[in-house]
């Protein structure tokens, strides 16, 4: 029996493999480009990408040596890792290749060989004449609503869309006759059309690649959409065979009309013999003083951070410098583990030195979709890989979302296009010049605080499990809240020494004129705030069935404590609380003082966040510095009010004390964790 | 109060030159110097229009500088101030303020910071020469520095592949225009024999006795003068080059392509109203153009899929309905609709980021389902071809290609054999003999003066074209222009009796440094790199900044930027062609047209885009 060499259905699962997970930007998701390397170890699997597919995977060595130069990287660190890689006899040797010796850091990638070699060999460049093109019809077929006119056809799949077309107009989307014919054969296949571009069949998953490569976006996109058409609302059924095809059949159509007959298969013209793309990558002398840089760099900070943990575990022994530890706390607080909740946290305990703070992801473990009155859609609320089985409902909403036409295609048309320029045109005159200089929030700044309507109410608990919609169960019932409340509060080993008042703080960030707004919001609510989720766990966690059920399983929370959702818009340093009529006496009047401890830690972080903004003098007066916070999220000059987690380098996981009061710059994830209540690490 | 209109060139220049002084650090002072200026413009402007409405509006003109004068020819700056000034002096003022104070923060610590401001500022001034022109002259020096910062801004995310690869296609669409201007300018020289301002052309009578007179001659000036402005407004065929021209930050989008650019055709026909008014078949032309964009535009933007795209069509057709609007002679109306537009579309472009986010959240909220139509009609088989169409832009860019820079190309591919060392060595000693015959020129029969003064263009020519098309080396391109150049001066100088060694020596002087600071630089770049090739962009700006921005500036001089004494040679020596002489201005316009697309080329290829040592991150080749 003969095997096939070219295995269509395998290739194009390599394919799909190997592409970004590139998914529409509604859902803002945290991905790895280097997840199909992720089995492999880190340094293999980086250089063995980088050779590949041309990915810059560590810093140029010229940046590295320079953090050496300017004492980022520690002298005494780079040997430890040298002798420890190299051994000690090496040290002297290996110390001069990594700071001294001239490296080729040339990475030829492999990706892109084959095809190049229609430049070379014909002078025709099939990128720049197709991909415009091509881009452009996948643009219009995907397009979501801000194209005027609708794909024609756009039910259709997506090559069976194109067909429509070419059969129903008056113009056709090829310059020749045969790439059209093509089109319309039936059961046309990938190998059909690679016989005809690329000729033998030991090149075509090299071409696939380098074709797909080229526009790794688009195709991580399309791919991703077939996998997952529910990531688009308007629905569109497209996949990365489709893609291909088109894509080749628009390659055949530009040769056939720029050389005419003059080109043959690209194998019959060359003399390069196809490559295996996934053949091992050899490690280069450059390679291993990378890894000892990066190694020593990372080492240089741990070593930093590991110091200041010690010092301060030092100072907590020392009945001198250590602050009594109250046994009587004012209140607890959730936030998020995100390193951006890192500073506020330790300001808040600075404030009230009877607070304690805890870390969980922000969806604080509750799991299901949301739908805001009046939505179309649900809304994801819990981590990416996670695919709930329920839904929350909002209702009685009063409040109206507002319109503004400036934002929307309506005045792209001829005649509102003529009318608007004499009304709107002028108006938008003004608009610019007011929120240039005293900016406010308007319908077109994504606002973390109307991802949720604060009066609105919502279909938390589940009295009839038939309650159903799209197969969702609407709202949890009293076990699956238990569950829920009791897996958070071990996880974080919260179980004994309950504050009066629990607040359960989520995240979202408000941001003007940010196509990426989402990287700013709760990454554990698939890119957006977790105001519901705060607002749904503290509704669970006071509910008088959960706590009597928890109870039975050694949770002990006292009837005075109360929990209470709230949300901290990371951009704008604001915070929102939910349900507060709930609350009582003594809680509603101690919540105030607490709001006013809350209100004192938003400003320290802004003052502490001003550090890194141009735009805000951090030695103003600390109100006037809030307010600028404040600006930033609401101006259309700033695209980055915030800067998100460009900052994050460190996780810890464990108790708070351990970093209780240390300054760790906005950089570390903080799980709460204690081992001690786990002994079977069964959390 | 004509004194003062000078006041509103020099303020913009003197902010371009303070933006110079600071380093790319100095954030706060790079954008505080400009918009403080820019600023100062705009109040002084404030002032100084609504005492001029008191004092009742009339039209003022400054002759300002003589550059150059002998008997018949004069060359000097001339401002001129009327309705159509103030409101687009005060629209691009109020703008270019609003939209660097925008910048201040938006680009905060972009690698480009000074480079931006510079740039911006630079375009404001040019765009003040241009609003406040007052002759054919000072409007070219104006339009010249359009184009240029035009092609710095589109390129300024100079490391990556499209922005570099648009800006040259735009800068090529701009140089065409330029040509225009300048060949009605020339026209237009031989007919008034004097330096036509454009208060003379106020004069009802004279213009139309003058157009009586040389009705066909006439008829050229005003056509080149419309295609220019078809050309600086995106109108058709010439649209394609505006979404693409979308590369550069956002707010220099806003400023040039939403607004302020993109509506100096309008302004251009405006101007010259009174020289056209009369000709009806020109209003006609221009009417049809505006209209036929009009409806192109619209429809083009009704599938685009990407909010700038959308925003840059929508923006055209407003700008073909100006066209059809002055063309009737509704000029207030005109002056409203651009200034409504300007503001809209700046608006528009500058919260383009945002559109995303609140589509998304209103279609969560209105959404329903969109309903397809697939019954097979002839409205609908319409329907679907002018969906194709919009997506292929009415096939505009290919067509251009086609029609004119693939005939350029062919002809320099044809002639490459002439770029051979041997060639080049024939070629130089045709051209000392050249020289020796033209130190004999009372000598010589007038009929060897004429072939010999075609020849010398044909050659001129061809070599531009081949240097065109240059694939593998940098210098050899760069020598076969400068020798092109020198061709083409001996070529005119051998026609013409009263080319005068001064002049000639005006032209030669700019072009001479140029050409030798050129090759310096070139040089040192080869020493460096080991090659020069042309035949990809190799983007080593990266690790030669100071040389690339040495060769810019030869760039320019070589194509006579308004700062060497050759931006007066290039203007004589179009004046020592005849209006019959029909070959010899053909040739050299397209040598004129190709040269700075052949140095810009070379500037591009060696020293822009991504960069070829793959050491450091680079973006994408489609992003």
């Given amino acids: ?683 | 109060m004509e004194q003062l209109l000078q006041l509103f060139v020099f303020i913009p220049l003197l902010g371009f030159v303070l933006s110079l002084l600071f380093a790319n650090r100095q954030e706060k002072l790079i954008s505080g110097v400009a918009y403080t200026i820019v600023g100062l413009q705009l109040a002084g402007l404030s002032v100084f229009i609504v005492s001029w409405l008191l004092h009742g509006a009339s039209i003022l003109n400054l002759k300002h500088f003589v550059f150059y004068k002998e008997d018949t020819i004069e060359i000097f700056l001339d401002f001129y101030f009327d309705k159509s000034t103030a409101m687009f002096a005060f629209v691009g003022a109020l703008i270019t303020f609003l939209v660097l104070i925008f910048s201040k923060y938006y680009l905060h610590r972009d690698e480009g910071y000074k480079r931006f401001f510079n740039t911006v500022l630079l375009f404001f001034f040019g765009y003040n020469v241009a609003v406040f022109a007052g002759n054919f002259e000072t409007l070219f020096i104006g339009w010249e520095f359009l184009g240029i910062t035009s092609f710095l801004l589109i390129a300024f995310y100079r490391d990556r592949y499209l922005p570099v690869k648009n800006a040259l296609k735009t800068i090529s669409l701009y140089r065409l225009g330029d040509i225009c201007l300048l060949l009605s300018l020339w026209m237009s020289h031989h007919l008034w024999h004097e330096n036509i301002t454009f208060l003379q052309l106020e004069d009802v009578g004279l213009v139309n006795s003058h157009i009586n007179e040389h009705y066909g001659f006439a008829l050229f000036t005003i056509t080149m003068l419309v295609i220019s402005a078809t050309i600086k407004s995106a109108q058709f065929p010439f649209s394609s080059w505006l979404p693409r021209a979308m590369e550069g930050p956002t707010t220099s989008s806003a400023v040039f392509y939403g607004s302020l650019s993109v509506h100096l055709g309008v302004f251009l026909l405006l101007r010259t109203h009174s020289y056209w008014e009369s000709v009806e078949v020109m209003k006609v032309g221009i009417i049809v153009i505006g209209a036929a964009t009009t409806i192109i535009a619209s429809l083009i933007a009704n599938v685009q899929a990407t909010v700038k795209t959308q925003i840059a069509y929508a923006s055209i057709a407003q700008i073909g309905l100006m066209f059809i609007e002055v063309a009737l002679g509704w000029h207030n109306l005109v002056l409203v609709h651009f200034a409504g537009n300007a503001f809209l579309r700046t608006y528009q472009l500058l919260v383009s980021p945002s559109v995303l986010g609140y589509l998304i959240h209103d279609q969560v909220f209105n959404y329903s389902p969109k309903k397809y139509d697939t019954k097979r009609t002839f409205a609908g088989k319409l329907r679907n071809t002018f969906y194709l169409l919009g997506i292929k832009e009415w096939n505009m860019d290919a067509l251009l290609k086609k029609a004119l820079w693939n005939p350029f190309k062919r002809v320099g591919k044809m002639f490459y054999f002439m770029s051979s060392n041997a060639a080049l060595i024939v070629l130089s000693i045709v051209y000392i003999a050249g020289l020796v015959i033209f130190s004999f020129y009372e000598t010589l029969p007038p009929q060897l003066d004429e072939t010999l003064h075609l020849l010398f263009s044909l050659i001129s020519m061809l070599l531009i074209l081949i240097a065109f098309v240059e694939r593998k080396n940098a210098i050899r391109a760069w020598g076969i222009i400068i020798l092109s150049q020198f061709y083409c001066v001996l070529a005119i100088a051998l026609l013409n009796d009263t080319y005068e060694y001064g002049e000639i020596a005006l032209y030669a002087s700019g072009l001479i440094i140029a050409a030798i600071v050129g090759s310096y630089a070139l040089r040192k770049l080869l020493i460096a790199e080991r090659h020069v090739s042309l035949d990809d962009f190799y983007g080593h700006i990266y690790h030669h900044p100071k040389l690339a921005f040495v060769f810019l500036l030869a760039c320019f001089a070589f194509v006579s930027l308004p700062f060497t004494p050759s931006f007066i040679g290039i203007d004589l020596m179009f004046t020592h062609i005849d209006k019959e002489e029909y070959l010899l201005i053909t040739m050299t316009t397209i040598n004129f047209l190709v040269l700075e697309l052949a140095v810009l080329r070379i500037y591009a290829r060696l020293f822009l885009g991504p960069h070829k040592k793959q050491t450091h991150p680079i973006a994408y080749r489609s992003s």
């Fill in chain 1, 1 to 683: 029996m003969k095997k096939e060499v070219f295995d269509e259905h395998h290739v194009l699962h390599e394919l799909k493999h190997y592409l970004p997970t590139q998914t529409p930007l509604k859902d803002f998701i945290h991905h790895n480009s280097l997840h199909a390397f992720q089995q492999m170890k880190f340094y293999d699997a980086i250089f063995k990408a980088s050779k590949i597919f041309g990915y810059q995977v560590t810093l140029p060595l010229v940046d590295f040596r320079n953090l050496y130069q300017i004492g980022r990287i520690d002298n005494e660190v780079l040997e430890r890792v040298i002798e420890e890689k190299k051994g000690k006899g090496n040290l002297t040797i290996w110390k001069q290749h990594v700071i001294n010796k001239n490296y080729d850091e040339h990475n030829a990638q492999r990706v892109g060989l084959l095809r190049a070699n229609w430049k070379k060999i014909y002078q025709i460049e099939l990128d720049n004449l197709i991909q415009p093109f091509l881009f452009r019809v996948l643009a219009g077929y995907l397009d979501q609503g801000v194209s005027i006119w609708d794909f024609p056809a756009g039910n259709m799949t997506f090559l069976e869309s194109i067909k429509w077309i070419e059969r129903e107009s008056f113009t056709s989307f090829f310059k020749t006759a045969k790439a059209k014919k093509l089109l319309f054969q039936n059961d046309l296949t990938i190998t059909d059309l690679l016989k005809i571009v690329v000729g033998k069949e030991e090149y075509f998953e090299q071409y696939l690649f380098d074709q797909q490569f080229s526009h790794r976006g688009w195709s991580g996109m399309v791919a991703t959409l077939e996998a997952r058409p529910d990531a688009l609302l308007s629905p569109k059924t497209i996949s990365l065979n489709d893609l291909i095809i088109f894509e080749l059949l628009l390659e055949i159509d530009h040769l056939e009309n720029e050389l005419g007959r003059k080109w043959k298969p690209l194998c019959e013209s060359i003399t390069q013999e196809p490559i295996d793309l996934f053949k091992e990558v050899a490690n280069t002398e450059l390679h291993e003083v990378l890894k000892i840089w990066q190694d020593a760099f990372e080492w240089s900070y741990y070593d930093e951070v590991l110091a200041g943990i010690q010092q301060l575990s030092k100072s907590k022994q020392n009945p001198e410098t250590s602050e009594p530890v109250s046994e009587v706390k004012s209140f607890q607080a959730m936030f998020c583990i995100d390193e951006r909740e890192d500073s506020i946290r330790r300001h808040v305990e600075f404030i009230d030195k009877k607070s304690e703070t805890w870390g969980s992801p922000g969806f604080f473990g509750v799991e299901f979709y949301f739908q805001a009155e009046h939505a179309k859609f649900y809304d994801k609320l819990c981590p990416a890989p996670v695919t709930p089985a329920y839904l929350i409902k909002e209702y009685d909403v009063s409040e109206k979302r507002n319109h503004d036409i400036l934002y929307t295609n309506k005045t792209h048309q001829l005649i509102s296009g003529f009318i608007s320029a004499f009304t709107f045109g002028f108006w938008a005159g003004i608009r610019l010049v007011q929120n240039l200089f005293k900016p406010k929030m308007s319908p077109a700044i994504s606002n973390a605080f109307a991802h949720m309507n604060e009066q609105g109410k919502l279909t938390i608990e589940n009295k009839n499990i038939n309650d159903r919609e799209n197969g969702l169960q609407i709202g949890f019932t009293i076990e699956e809240m238990t569950t829920r409340v009791r897996g958070l509060l071990n996880g974080i080993g919260l179980k004994s020494d309950f504050a009066p008042l629990i607040y359960v703080v989520a995240h979202g960030s408000s941001s003007a004129n940010n196509p990426h707004h989402g990287a700013h919001d709760c990454g554990a609510c698939s890119g957006r705030p977790g105001s519901v989720n705060s607002r749904v766990f503290a509704f669970m966690a006071n509910h008088v069935e959960v706590r009597k059920r928890l109870t039975e399983s050694g949770i002990n929370i006292p009837d005075k404590t109360q929990f209470v959702g709230a949300l901290h818009d990371t951009a704008a340093d604001e915070m929102e609380f939910y349900d507060l009529d709930v609350l009582n006496e003594v809680n509603a009047k101690s919540h105030l003082l607490h709001v006013e401890t809350f209100e004192r830690a938003l400003d320290l972080n802004a003052k502490e966040r001003s550090r890194r903004f141009a735009s805000i003098n951090t030695k103003e007066e600390i109100k006037k510095i809030r307010k600028a916070i404040k600006a930033r999220s609401v101006s259309l000059f700033e695209p980055r009010p915030e800067l998100g987690h460009g900052t994050n380098t460190l996780c810890v996981v464990g108790n708070r004390s351990i970093t209780k009061g240390l300054f760790l710059d906005r950089r570390a994830f903080l799980n709460s964790y204690n081992y001690k209540l786990d002994p079977e690490g069964s959390f």
